[in-house]
């Protein structure tokens, strides 16, 4: 069942990388200069949008805030001893800052390549004292996230593309003076191939390589970006990734109602001895639903500010001793944890395309 979620999940991952090669804003549409610029028997190419779809971020500077929540942690390797023993704690709160950059490198008719880079924290504040090792670990050190990315759309012809997406990301409870070793980046992939069948419709199959689920899986993902005839509503989505119903309420102010799969594995070192002297670089398998609602508006020419709320599901918040492909195995976790479900809010500044 956890695979057959995290195959829908995957899915969703990929409604990134069509945002991602989207160059244009929602008030024009550039598909008529891609036409305009061909001269008489050049062939011509499909562009890598249809028409409403969400502006793309260039830089992108926000604020993560979830509510209280319990959190039940488990025994370590399921023998409970005194230094490391099972806790039920309540969380006050998570925040964290989220940095996102996405460029331009390539912008040709017939390629677009775009680079980009994020940063993100997840901290904790835990009411009480914590005498679980990973519990202390989270207190202390929190999650950090540290990535590149590319994306590659290749259109083929006028009805034809290709999507590849790929990024390396550096997880983990280090901190700028104390780092991981970089053999631990985990290292993500997606390809699609597409059909774009008219301006407002786009949609595709493929494969990823992803750790949405929190471990690493390969999944399948399906593309789908549709705008209906009255231009008033959409559908934009990477499944099982992510999906949105979007709603246009003119050029400038848009609202969207959906979910994506927020995850990732993250190295957690032994750094102030919580853990027993055994016990290091153990994986943290993070993943989690959010089902939100979004409203995204113009406050100043291409400067745009994105607010979100909604519930965030834990999906999985497990520990591995190694990294490893589960597959369909059943094997136990080495800690297994039960956190809540809490509210949440984020919100962004954004600096979109022109």
Not at 38 to 60: E, M, Q
Not at 117 to 136: I, K, P, V
Not at 250 to 255: I, M
Request: charged share 20%; with cysteine.
């Amino acid at each position: 069942m956890r695979l057959l979620i995290g195959t829908v999940l995957g899915l969703l991952s990929w409604q990134a990388l069509a945002q991602q090669s989207d160059t244009t804003v929602v008030e024009e549409d550039f598909s008529m200069y891609a036409d305009a610029e061909l001269a008489d028997g050049a062939k011509r190419f499909c562009t890598s949008k249809v028409f409403d779809l969400s502006p793309n971020k260039l830089i992108s500077v926000g604020y993560d805030f979830q509510a209280g929540y319990q959190m039940d942690f488990g025994m370590i390797g399921g023998a409970q001893s005194m230094a490391n023993q099972a806790q039920s704690i309540q969380n006050r709160f998570n925040q964290g800052l989220r940095i996102a950059v996405n460029a331009p490198a390539i912008s040709k008719t017939n390629v677009l390549l775009n680079l980009g880079f994020t940063y993100w924290d997840h901290l904790y504040s835990f009411d009480g004292r914590t005498t679980n090792a990973l519990a202390q670990s989270l207190n202390q050190y929190g999650l950090r996230t540290t990535g590149v990315n590319f994306t590659l759309f290749k259109p083929l012809n006028e009805k034809q593309f290709i999507i590849v997406f790929g990024s390396a990301d550096y997880n983990g409870n280090y901190s700028w003076n104390e780092l991981q070793p970089f053999k631990y980046t985990k290292l993500s992939a997606t390809g699609i191939y597409g059909w774009k069948k008219h301006d407002r419709l786009m949609y595709g199959f493929g494969i990823s390589r992803t750790y949405r689920i929190g471990e690493m899986n390969y999944i399948p993902v399906m593309l789908y970006n549709y705008t209906f005839p009255s231009r008033k509503w959409g559908i934009e989505g990477l499944f099982p990734a992510r999906g949105n119903v979007r709603r246009t309420f003119n050029a400038r102010t848009l609202g969207f109602f959906g979910y994506e799969l927020e995850g990732a594995s993250y190295l957690i070192r032994n750094r102030g001895d919580e853990f027993e002297p055994a016990l290091d670089n153990l994986e943290l398998r993070r993943s989690e639903l959010r089902v939100r609602f979004t409203f995204e508006r113009s406050i100043k020419d291409f400067i745009w500010v994105s607010a979100q709320a909604g519930l965030r599901y834990n999906w999985m918040f497990n520990v591995d001793r190694n990294e490893f492909f589960r597959g369909f195995g059943d094997d136990p976790y080495f800690i297994t944890n039960t956190i809540g479900n809490p509210l949440y809010f984020n919100v962004s500044i954004n600096l979109v395309s022109p």
